[in-house]
Each structure stands twice: as C-alpha cells, then as structure tokens.
C-alpha cells in the first residue's frame, strides 16, 4: 500500500503556517494588469527588509557567536532542503572568492546532495537521519557552527542536523520564517523574520526566500569583517588571480594607502601581490619581510598591523 503523503493532522497544522496561508492582498492576482501585478508583488517584497531589521539583535549574537567559533579553528556549515538548501550552498560558495578564504570555512549542505542544486528533490527533506548523516560525514566538531535553514520551521532534514549538531555540541542557529517553530526550538540561537504570507501560497522562494539571502549575507559578511577579512569595507583579502581582480587589488592600495597607481602597482609587486602586506608597506614604510611580521603578529587584521607610535 502506498504510504499516505501526510497524514490529516500534519495536514491541519501546516495549513496554519504563516508561510503557507493565503495573502490577502494577492487573492486576485491572475487578475490585475501586468504593471498592476509587479506593483503588488514589490510592496510585498518591501516587507522583507522590515522583517529581517526585527532580527538585527539576533543576528549580531550569532555572528559574535560564529567568529568565536573561528577563533578556534572552527567551520561554519549551512544546512537546509529545497530553497533554503540552495541559499546556504549560494553564501558558502561565494565567500572564498570574496574574502579568499578556504573553502572549508564555509559549508553548504542540502538535502538530495549537489545535484538538488539544479533539480528538484524536495521529498529528500522528509529524513531526519539524512541531515544528520551529511554532517557526520563531513566530521562536524565542537567548534563548528551550524545554521539549520527551513523556511516552515519544520523541516525533518534540518531537525536532524540540528539534533546531531548539538550532540557533538556544536553552535546551532536555526533560520525560518514562524514564530516559535521547531527549528528555532532547537537552536541556540534562532533568527525568525516574520515576512508574512507569500505572493504564491507556500511559495517560500519568495518573500522567505529573499529574507534568507539577506540574513545569510550578514552572517558571512560580519564574520568575516569580525575576523578581519576587511579594512573599512575594502575586501583586503582579495587575491588577484585574474585581471579584473589585479585592478582591484590596486585600487584597494590606493585607497588605503593613499598611493598613486603606479606606487601601489609596483609596492603590491614587492608584496608577493598580497594586499595588506602591501599596504603596510606604504602606510609604515616597511620592507616586505618587516610588513609580514607586522601582519603575522596581529593574526592577519590589518587595521591592527597598522597601528604604532605615529600611526592610529
């Protein structure tokens, strides 16, 4: 016999989920005018902001709790099925590009694997043990974070990392868009943005979708400002690997040295093309060698490696 999809109270009780009852105000949406429509459709989308901002205290707590973690040497995993698991495989993927980090550092996992990435497997989020498993395998720590992402809140795959993350006793955040859900239940730290009902009924790539990326966002982006992947908001750990980025490792000199192109094209030259080292070569007129202790004992924050007698 074929094994019912749900049964008629998880029927009930997901029915009630804010991320899957009905907007009002977009009811008679095949009906309006095109422009009508995408008017509507961005007044909700307006939302979004307003409902992560609600979150900003929590959000500050985890990345404060997230670079603890990498003080240590720890990693930080992103785990989540459907539209939550893309968002977090998205953040993870770009944030060694963007802050040179290793890839390591930042993990996204999500139900059904990688090709889940580009083909639909929501029935892989039904088995707890599979989110469990997927970070046993990848040897979760102590000192590791996990941010457990479900837009419902409710989501098995999520509920089992979670479990097991806490087990080993690794940080657990949990990110989803109902108050008081299972997810943040079981975290240590829950991130909830209220974004209400979706333009499509439980179409949580929407709204939620957006409230994730934005969360997301902060979390990598302050974690690495915390760990001093950047000076200002200039990414000076970027690696000039190709030509787009040898300009904008010149142009990070530039601005933070206050040198000419062509000084800071031929000081980032002398640095073994590494930014900051080129910097505290100019700022402090330093040879290469003396730049890099000056680095090394300030474990790679450069605004610390700056810092001397006649230099604030």
Avoid: W
């Amino acid at each position: 016999m074929m094994k019912p999809i749900a049964m008629a109270d998880d029927l009930d009780q997901l029915g009630t989920l804010m991320t899957e009852t009905r907007n009002p105000a977009t009811e008679h949406l095949d009906e309006l005018p095109t422009l009508e429509m995408l008017t509507v459709i961005n007044d909700e989308d307006a939302r979004v902001a307003a409902a992560v901002r609600r979150q900003l205290p929590q959000i500050a707590q985890a990345v404060d709790a997230i670079t603890a973690r990498f003080e240590q040497g720890g990693r930080l995993f992103y785990l989540g099925a459907g539209t939550s698991g893309r968002l977090g495989v998205l953040d993870a993927s770009e944030c060694p590009p963007t802050f040179s980090v290793d890839h390591e550092l930042f993990q996204g996992l999500i139900a059904g694997g990688d090709r889940a990435l580009r083909h639909s497997s929501e029935h892989a989020e039904d088995a707890p043990d599979k989110g469990s498993g997927d970070l046993e395998r990848a040897g979760l720590r102590a000192i590791d974070a996990v941010v457990g992402i479900a837009a419902s809140g409710r989501t098995p795959y999520v509920l089992g990392a979670l479990e097991y993350a806490r087990s080993v006793g690794a940080l657990t955040l949990g990110l989803s868009c109902v108050e008081d859900s299972a997810v943040a239940q079981a975290s240590e730290i829950a991130i909830t943005p209220l974004v209400g009902p979706e333009v499509l009924t439980g179409s949580t790539r929407l709204k939620a979708g957006t409230a994730t990326k934005l969360v997301l966002n902060m979390l990598s982006t302050g974690v690495m400002v915390r760990t001093g992947a950047t000076y200002g908001n200039l990414m000076v750990n970027v690696r000039a690997t190709n030509a787009k980025l040898v300009a904008r490792a010149v142009r990070i000199v530039c601005q933070a040295a206050a040198a000419d192109p062509d000084t800071a094209a031929k000081t980032l030259r002398a640095a073994g093309m590494d930014v900051k080292t080129a910097i505290v070569m100019l700022r402090l007129k330093l040879e290469r060698a003396e730049a890099e202790e000056r680095l090394a004992a300030a474990h790679g924050v450069l605004r610390r490696a700056l810092k001397s007698s006649t230099t604030a």
